[in-house]
């Protein structure tokens, strides 16, 4: 982390004194991550003393890439932090293909849900395991609906239900990356 005063503001950064002889420059992009911003100047001031993080040095071309927005944790840092891979959370499917599935989590928090190993699953359980499906057993039929019917659980409940965009559904954290952010679920 560096800090110093603000020394020249452009539409697309600003430049911060870091040393003596030595600036670096805030992308305006990386200024804020909570709002979006049109000019440097709504949300800094020439001579303003900023703290940064630095993303890059490049000796070769004697520049120094900064960010303010690093230095605040964002909705993504704070759920990594208070979850646990293995955990049952609640989210939102917000996009569905055949292998993977966009989820929200919280605002600004998505990950990602693999589709095909599920779908692999259902149908495998789905498969009859005798070689002919002409021949099926009624009298286990028969005994699977009448242990039902007694249990008194609908017959939904034994198959899992199609995703869809905008189903609210369970998840287990498969994967929780907190270097990448990345956070990927299975369904539960």
């Known amino acids: 982390m560096v800090e110093g005063p603000v020394t020249n503001i ?16 805030i ?12 000019h440097p100047q709504e949300v800094l001031k020439v001579g303003q003393v900023v703290k940064a993080q630095v993303l890059s040095v490049d000796l070769e071309k004697r520049n120094m890439r900064l960010s ?9 840092d704070e759920y990594i932090a208070e979850h646990h891979e293995g955990d049952v959370v609640t989210g939102r499917i917000l996009d569905v293909s055949d292998e993977m599935a966009q989820v929200e989590l919280g605002e600004g928090v998505s990950a990602t ?16 395991s005798s070689p002919s499906p002409a021949k099926a057993d009624l009298s286990s039929l028969g005994s699977m609906l009448q242990a039902r019917w007694k ?3 609908p017959a939904s409940e034994s198959k899992p239900e199609n995703t869809r965009s905008g189903q609210i559904r369970k998840f287990r954290i498969a994967k929780l990356d907190k270097e990448t952010k990345k956070i990927e679920l299975e369904l539960a």
């Open 113 to 128: 849900c693999r589709m095909a190993a599920q779908s692999g699953a259902a149908k495998a359980a789905a498969a009859p």
């Open 151 to 153: 249990s008194g659980s």
């Open 68 to 76: 303010m927005k690093q230095l605040v944790p964002s909705g993504l």
């Open 10 to 25: 452009t539409k697309f950064g600003a430049f911060v004194q870091t040393a003596e002889g030595v600036e670096g420059m």
């Open 27 to 38: 992308h305006i992009s990386e200024i804020s991550a909570e709002k979006r911003i049109n």
